[in-house]
């Protein structure tokens, strides 16, 4: 381990004893209320770890129909649905 992973290593222990959070967008927030994890979703929806991270921190992110039609049958299959329009689908 070298000197600058090891502060890097350091500075992230240190926002996550302060609780600090990276913005996430309204779709990454709904899931922290409902009390669902990504993790949750990337398998129950069958899609990767990337496209689940970006649905839920990328503000800029569109996800393809397909994407979102995996997600709202993976959410009814927990008894979830999504409100409203979280996704602007290209």
Do not use: H
């Amino acid at each position: 381990m070298t000197f600058g992973s090891t502060l890097l290593t350091e500075v992230f222990i240190v926002f996550d004893f302060f609780n600090v959070k990276k913005k996430r967008t309204k779709f990454g927030e709904w899931l922290d209320r409902e009390g669902l994890t990504q993790i949750e979703l990337e398998e129950r929806a069958k899609l990767s770890r990337g496209t689940v991270s970006k649905l839920c921190n990328d503000k800029s992110y569109r996800p393809k129909y397909e994407t979102t039609m995996k997600i709202q049958k993976a959410l009814k299959s927990m008894g979830k649905s999504v409100p409203g329009n979280f996704f602007d689908i290209r």
